[in-house]
């Protein structure tokens, strides 16, 4: 059997939950059965460079959007146009036999492409909850349509599949979960030389404790409840610092100004988007995932393969991973007291707060290790396209278009 060609679609190569997932599948697949490449819809980004460290192939190409400043601009729509065109020919030529697009732009866009490249197998990738189809009805319906005529829909939590599978009759044949997984090594060796002087270039004192988010800088990962919860705790703990950790996407001001107004400015410490997550996660004592949505944190599970005790708010998937009281503290959603009460809950007992890391990092080994989610992907791929048939006489790549 020759190799199973998959190109894995996404918008953009920042870094990011979706784009670090895309990373991990394409660096482990089996390489001697699965033939991947990757295609980012609007141009280069920081994890391009790991994509080819890896030798994965990237195709960029250099979609705008359609709207420009929020509103809907007739030039970005032509530019738009000749993307999926492009889009359109490049499938034709390289003859992928799956495509697995990520995120809704991809996927919309992915889907009409890879019907006219008679792509034969496609896969939505579904790692979010969907709430904004709530103001946007109309991409509502297109996303209805695609769901219904798809093959395949893969989501990350239990969560997830619940909310999908009410979408339309039948949808729940066709949806596959497969959780998220990571390498646990990677955030079991940070210590000694190296940490103490990432302690030192952020400021950090040795004995100082430590709270942290990872997330980007997105209104709904939570942040202003995270920083508002910084504010009750700094009361009993005055010396805590406070990492904040991921991309600005445009609210890092208005969180600066926050902290200004509630006067702990100075315990907090922007980091920006990094590529050093275990070593950075390795100098936290507590993690916290304030989201208002979400379907599966790969933050909460490099949290718990760090052996950080965890206080994450009640949504989505979050319980799937998190077992109140064993492995971290469950708090609402859009609750600062809440999320103070955790936070101190966990400073004030120490001896209770590392057994909850230690209960955290066997668990991510068991349940959520990245060979295990590997396998269940290269099987999903391997029995969708035998059903399909197009395993057999798998074509060959060819310059006509």
């Not at 944190?297 to 718990?304: K, V």
């Not at 994450?312 to 971290?328: A, F, H, L, R, S």
Request: proline share 4%; glycine share 8%; hydrophobic share 40%.
């Amino acid at each position: 059997m020759k190799k199973i060609k998959v190109a894995f679609l996404t918008v953009k190569l920042e870094i990011g939950g979706t784009e670090k997932h895309i990373l991990e599948v394409t660096k482990r697949i089996d390489k001697e059965r699965f033939d991947p490449l990757v295609i980012s819809l609007m141009g280069r980004g920081e994890l391009q460079a790991e994509f080819e460290k890896e030798k994965i192939r990237v195709e960029v190409f250099n979609y705008p959007g359609l709207r420009s400043n929020g509103r809907l601009k007739i030039g970005n729509l032509f530019s738009s146009l000749g993307v999926f065109y492009q889009l359109v020919r490049f499938l034709r030529r390289e003859k992928p036999h799956i495509v697995h697009a990520y995120l809704p732009a991809a996927y919309i866009m992915g889907f009409l492409a890879s019907r006219l490249a008679r792509v034969p197998t496609f896969f939505v990738g579904k790692r979010g909850l969907g709430t904004y189809r709530q103001e946007k009805p109309f991409l509502d319906i297109i996303e209805k349509f695609i769901d219904k005529t798809t093959d395949v829909i893969t989501v990350n939590s239990n969560k997830l599949r619940e909310i999908e599978s009410q979408r339309g009759k039948h949808l729940a044949k066709k949806i596959k979960l497969i959780y998220n997984g990571i390498d646990t090594a990677q955030y079991s060796h940070n210590t000694g030389n190296d940490l103490a002087e990432l302690q030192r270039q952020l400021g950090l004192d040795r004995d100082t404790p430590v709270v942290g988010i990872v997330a980007n800088l997105i209104p709904y990962k939570g942040h202003r409840e995270f920083i508002e919860a910084a504010s009750i705790v700094n009361k009993e703990f005055p010396d805590t610092k406070y990492l904040i950790i991921g991309r600005d996407d445009g609210i890092g001001e208005d969180l600066r100004n926050l902290a200004r107004t509630l006067n702990i400015m100075d315990t907090l410490i922007f980091t920006g988007a990094r590529n050093d997550i275990p070593a950075l996660l390795a100098l936290i004592d507590i993690q916290v995932l304030a989201s208002h949505e979400e379907s599966l944190s790969n933050a909460i599970l490099e949290g718990m393969a760090a052996g950080n005790p965890l206080v994450v708010t009640d949504v989505g998937g979050n319980t799937e991973m998190v077992i109140p009281g064993e492995t971290g503290i469950v708090v609402p959603p859009r609750n600062p007291e809440a999320l103070a009460n955790g936070i101190l809950t966990l400073l004030r007992d120490r001896e209770k707060a590392g057994k909850m890391g230690l209960a955290g990092q066997e668990r991510v080994k068991n349940h959520f290790d990245i060979n295990k989610m590997i396998k269940e992907m290269e099987e999903l791929y391997i029995q969708t396209i035998t059903k399909n048939g197009s395993h057999q006489n798998i074509p060959q790549s060819n310059q006509c278009c």
